[in-house]
């Protein structure tokens, strides 16, 4: 099975001029928004961190990725989806999951916090996603 977007939800990796794209729904709006300056320092296959083991350099990466709690992009739930939960400040939907970026980062300055828009955003997004079989 391989997973799709909602057509107004699209990929418009191309055809953007610029710079930032405006957070909305869609992967390149959060790889560019989210991903890039909050995860990819340790989220990558070249980092020394743990975390690499779990990179996020393209959404094919984050549709495979699992860890400990399970799948970290579950297509159409974000709340079983560990790249939603990680980054909830509510302990209720974190659960057991460390809050991502971690407090280290946030707390040096290096890397900010989540903000709850972009959370929505990102629950919007995973929730949006369809799962579609292939046919046999």
């Known amino acids: 099975s391989w997973v799709a977007p909602p057509e107004d939800l699209q990929s418009t990796s191309g055809r953007v001029t610029e710079p930032q ?22 989220h990558n ?15 094919d990466e984050l549709l495979v ?7 970290i992009l579950v297509p159409g739930n974000a709340m079983e989806s560990a790249f939603f939960r990680v980054m909830n400040m509510d302990k209720n939907i974190r659960g057991d999951l460390d809050l991502m970026p971690p407090k280290r980062e946030v707390d040096s300055g290096r890397i900010k916090p989540v903000t709850e828009d972009q959370l929505k955003v990102v629950e919007i997004w995973i929730n949006s996603l369809e799962v579609i079989e292939a046919n046999p």
């Open 21 to 42: 794209l405006k957070l909305a729904p869609s992967y390149d709006s959060i790889q560019e928004n989210i991903i890039k300056p909050k995860c990819l320092k340790c």
């Open 45 to 59: 296959v070249d980092s020394a961190s743990d975390a690499s083991a779990i990179p996020f350099s393209n959404f």
């Open 65 to 71: 990725a699992e860890n400990d709690e399970g799948k």
